[in-house]
Protein backbone atom coordinates (compact mmCIF):
# COMPACT_ATOMS: atom_id res chain seq x y z
CA UNK A 1 0.00 0.00 0.00
CA UNK A 2 1.06 3.42 -0.50
CA UNK A 3 -0.16 4.88 2.59
CA UNK A 4 2.82 2.97 4.22
CA UNK A 5 0.67 0.70 6.05
CA UNK A 6 1.38 -2.80 5.50
CA UNK A 7 0.26 -6.42 5.64
CA UNK A 8 1.53 -8.68 8.12
CA UNK A 9 1.60 -12.75 7.08
CA UNK A 10 -1.45 -13.29 8.66
CA UNK A 11 -3.53 -10.54 6.67
CA UNK A 12 -4.10 -8.54 9.39
CA UNK A 13 -2.94 -5.07 8.52
CA UNK A 14 -0.08 -3.61 10.59
CA UNK A 15 0.29 -0.09 11.80
CA UNK A 16 -3.38 -0.39 12.77
CA UNK A 17 -4.94 0.90 16.21
CA UNK A 18 -7.96 -0.49 17.73
CA UNK A 19 -10.84 1.66 18.18
CA UNK A 20 -10.09 1.51 21.93
CA UNK A 21 -7.10 3.09 21.02
CA UNK A 22 -8.74 5.61 18.63
CA UNK A 23 -11.06 6.17 21.68
CA UNK A 24 -7.86 7.25 23.69
CA UNK A 25 -6.28 9.14 20.85
CA UNK A 26 -9.04 11.23 20.36
CA UNK A 27 -10.44 11.87 24.21
CA UNK A 28 -8.29 14.73 24.82
CA UNK A 29 -9.30 17.14 22.14
CA UNK A 30 -13.08 15.92 22.13
CA UNK A 31 -13.48 14.75 25.72
CA UNK A 32 -17.51 14.09 24.87
CA UNK A 33 -16.81 11.11 22.00
CA UNK A 34 -17.42 7.63 22.95
CA UNK A 35 -16.81 4.09 20.88
CA UNK A 36 -20.89 4.28 20.13
CA UNK A 37 -20.05 7.72 18.31
CA UNK A 38 -16.93 6.72 16.45
CA UNK A 39 -19.33 3.31 15.33
CA UNK A 40 -22.19 5.93 14.83
CA UNK A 41 -19.71 7.92 12.72
CA UNK A 42 -19.23 4.87 10.48
CA UNK A 43 -22.33 3.54 10.26
CA UNK A 44 -23.03 7.26 8.45
CA UNK A 45 -20.32 6.14 5.99
CA UNK A 46 -18.12 8.84 7.18
CA UNK A 47 -15.27 6.65 8.27
CA UNK A 48 -14.40 2.77 6.80
CA UNK A 49 -11.52 0.92 9.29
CA UNK A 50 -10.56 -1.86 8.06
CA UNK A 51 -12.09 -5.27 9.63
CA UNK A 52 -10.00 -8.21 10.95
CA UNK A 53 -11.30 -11.99 9.87
CA UNK A 54 -13.14 -12.02 12.71
CA UNK A 55 -14.73 -8.36 12.44
CA UNK A 56 -12.86 -6.33 14.29
CA UNK A 57 -12.66 -2.94 13.57
CA UNK A 58 -8.79 -1.21 12.73
CA UNK A 59 -8.05 1.94 12.13
CA UNK A 60 -5.59 3.29 10.31
CA UNK A 61 -3.52 7.06 11.04
CA UNK A 62 -5.75 8.37 7.72
CA UNK A 63 -8.78 6.80 9.32
CA UNK A 64 -7.92 8.69 12.98
CA UNK A 65 -7.27 12.14 10.71
CA UNK A 66 -10.39 11.69 9.32
CA UNK A 67 -12.65 11.37 12.46
CA UNK A 68 -10.59 14.00 14.18
CA UNK A 69 -11.74 16.25 10.74
CA UNK A 70 -15.41 15.26 11.40
CA UNK A 71 -15.72 15.66 14.34
CA UNK A 72 -13.75 18.99 14.32
CA UNK A 73 -16.29 20.27 11.74
CA UNK A 74 -18.68 19.43 13.96
CA UNK A 75 -17.56 21.06 17.30
CA UNK A 76 -16.07 24.29 15.60
CA UNK A 77 -18.78 25.05 12.40
CA UNK A 78 -21.86 23.41 13.77
CA UNK A 79 -22.21 21.54 10.55
CA UNK A 80 -24.69 18.29 10.17
CA UNK A 81 -23.01 15.45 8.89
CA UNK A 82 -24.65 15.62 5.78
CA UNK A 83 -22.87 19.10 4.66
CA UNK A 84 -19.31 17.16 5.85
CA UNK A 85 -19.68 14.43 4.30
CA UNK A 86 -19.90 16.74 1.06
CA UNK A 87 -16.56 18.38 2.53
CA UNK A 88 -14.94 14.96 2.59
CA UNK A 89 -16.20 14.17 -0.67
CA UNK A 90 -14.75 17.37 -2.30
CA UNK A 91 -11.57 17.09 -0.19
CA UNK A 92 -11.40 13.12 -1.44
CA UNK A 93 -11.89 14.12 -5.21
CA UNK A 94 -8.36 16.46 -4.90
CA UNK A 95 -10.88 19.22 -4.54
CA UNK A 96 -10.43 22.24 -2.31
CA UNK A 97 -13.78 23.11 -0.67
CA UNK A 98 -14.95 26.28 1.30
CA UNK A 99 -15.76 26.17 5.03
CA UNK A 100 -18.16 28.33 6.83
CA UNK A 101 -16.88 31.56 7.00
CA UNK A 102 -14.71 31.51 3.71
CA UNK A 103 -11.83 29.25 5.19
CA UNK A 104 -10.59 26.57 2.88
CA UNK A 105 -10.21 22.91 3.86
CA UNK A 106 -6.95 21.78 2.39
CA UNK A 107 -6.43 18.54 1.53
CA UNK A 108 -3.92 18.21 3.69
CA UNK A 109 -6.62 18.58 6.18
CA UNK A 110 -6.80 14.90 5.68
CA UNK A 111 -4.23 11.63 5.33
CA UNK A 112 -6.06 9.51 2.56
Not at 61 to 71: F, G, S
Request: glycine residues 10%; aromatic residues 6%.
Amino acid sequence: MSDGVGESSQGIVSGTISIGEVLSLLKKDFPDVTISKIRFLESEGLVAPLLTPSGYRKYTPAHLERLRYVLTMQRDHYLPLKVIRGYLAELDAGRTPELPGGAVASPSMLSS
